[in-house]
Structures are given as C-alpha cells and as structure tokens.
C-alpha cells in the first residue's frame, strides 16, 4: 500500500470508527433505558447483561455500518476538498478512480461484513436474547427482606425478616395478634415458619409465644421447639402480596347471592398460567 493510500484510509478510519462508536452508543443509551426495568426485576447480573448486549451487537451492526459508510465518506471527501488535498493529488498526476481506490475497498470490506453478518450472527440474536432471559428467569429468586403484612380481618400483623418470593419457608417471624380494641394479646417469636398447603397449617420451628393482659402486661412466656397453628388464614402469597407487581394481577368480580355482597378475587397471572394456588379475597360494599 502506497503512502497515499495509508493517508486516505487512515482519514476515513478515523471518522469510520467514530460514527460506529457513535452510533452504538445512542442504541445501547436507549436499548438500556427501555429493558433496565426488565433487568432489576429478573435479577440480572452485570455479567449476564453485558452477554446479552454482546449477542445483539451484531444485529444492530447491519443497520449502523451503511450509515456510518455513508457519513464517513462525506466527512472525509469533504474535509480533504476543503484542504485542498483532492485537487493537489489530481494536479501530481494522480488519477481520481486511483485517489478513491481506497475508500472503494473500504466500502467492499463493509459490504463483505454486513453479509457475514446478516448470514451467521445477527440471525441467532433473538434467539440468544429469549435464550438468555429464560435463563435469568429460571434461576432462584432472590430474597425479600423485611416484609411487613397486615391481616385486618383477623387483626393480625406479620413482621418477616426474609423468605423467597413463591415459597413457603419466612425467616425469623413475628406475628402479633390484637383483640377488636387493637390490644396485642398474643405474640409469637419464631425461627422459621413453614406453610402447609396440603392442611392449610403453619409450623412454627424455634417459637416463643408471650401472652399479654389489657394493660399490655404478660402474663406468661412459653417456648416450644415446634407448634401448629391450624386458625390462621394466611398464606404464603398473601403475605407475599404486597410485592406482585399490578401488571401481573388479574381481578375477578364476584356477587354473593347473600346480602348482595361483592367480593374482589386477586389472583396472580404467573400463577394462574402455571396452575398453582395462590389468590387473595377482598370484600367490599355493593354500589347503591
């Protein structure tokens, strides 16, 4: 390769590989924006995100690389015609086919790569992204910490250190049970509590229960390396309510014959779609 044609394609390089840097950089800016939700929510790792975004790159280069062809070689003639260079090559002797010779292989190499491109990685990218969300959607889910629920109903409160979202087993529990005067009569301190689907009780492993009078004075402590609690009407998805997002919520309607009441069903659309149980009842007053 001659001195001059190391110059020009050292000119247009320059400019190349800024428009393609460019150009990825306003893809990823706004690719990263629409999915960072999606990302938080599965739980996806800096690693797995950076996998993600290597599989599209080559889907996105066959848009970006014409493009970037056509603004380079504008910027590049242009600023060699501004400068003179273009006429001072043609009045050395140089023809103008022999000054764009190497601009012209420069565009055949990106032609040659687009194709590469089109017929061996860029197919595989959606396959790779719904390949590599599946992934991330089958691994455990992480932990929630410091989940605080409410059973107004039975006039109950929850205090749960962590447990895995879906599953049955709550670290470190603390249930307070009121009277209808909102007095905490009873309180129970657990290690572990497990939830039973099958008989819709509650084992309690390592408990304390602490009975109080009105005056919230106790009047006795026991402990008890295990108790079942057969009364209580939570479940695991109740308690894990508060954490559904809206969107995967359906409402049902439905009209008790009794009193004309109305009771809202929320039910959880993944675990609708799986078949598994989980659903909570709201009651509420009829419209007049």
């Not at 109080?212 to 057969?230: A, H, T």
């Not at 508060?242 to 109305?262: K, Q, T, Y």
Request: proline letters at 5%; glycine letters at 4%.
């Amino acid at each position: 390769m001659k001195l001059l044609d190391r110059y020009v394609v050292r000119n247009f390089l320059q400019v190349y590989l800024y428009c393609i840097a460019g150009f990825i950089s306003i893809w990823l800016i706004f690719d990263v924006s629409d999915n960072i939700s999606t990302f938080i929510d599965e739980h996806i790792g800096l690693l797995l995100a950076v996998r993600y975004y290597a599989t599209q790159v080559p889907q996105v280069f066959i848009i970006l690389l014409p493009v970037s062809l056509l603004l380079a070689l504008l910027f590049t003639l242009g600023r060699m015609s501004r400068a003179n260079e273009i006429v001072s090559m043609l009045t050395a002797g140089v023809s103008l086919p022999r000054v764009l010779l190497p601009l012209i292989g420069m565009g055949l190499l990106t032609v040659a790569a687009s194709m590469v491109l089109n017929y061996s990685l860029a197919p595989h990218a959606e396959l790779a992204r719904k390949t590599l969300l599946e992934q991330a959607r089958a691994r455990p889910a992480a932990l929630i910490e410091g989940q605080i629920f409410r059973n107004r109903t039975d006039s109950r409160t929850w205090f749960v250190q962590n447990f895995r979202h879906g599953g049955t087993t709550f670290n470190n529990v603390q249930v307070l049970q009121q009277d209808p005067n909102d007095n905490i009569v009873t309180n129970y301190l657990a290690a572990r509590a497990f939830y039973r689907p099958e008989t819709k009780t509650w084992d309690l492993q390592n408990v304390k229960v602490v009975h109080y009078d009105r005056s919230g004075n106790i009047i006795n402590e026991q402990i008890y390396p295990s108790l079942k609690v057969e009364h209580w009407s939570e479940t695991p998805f109740r308690l894990g309510s508060a954490n559904e997002r809206a969107e995967f919520l359906l409402i049902f309607s439905i009209v008790s014959p009794c009193r004309g009441r109305v009771w809202l069903l929320f039910v959880s659309r993944p675990r609708l779609e799986s078949g598994t149980h989980g659903a909570v009842f709201y009651q509420v007053s009829p419209l007049r």
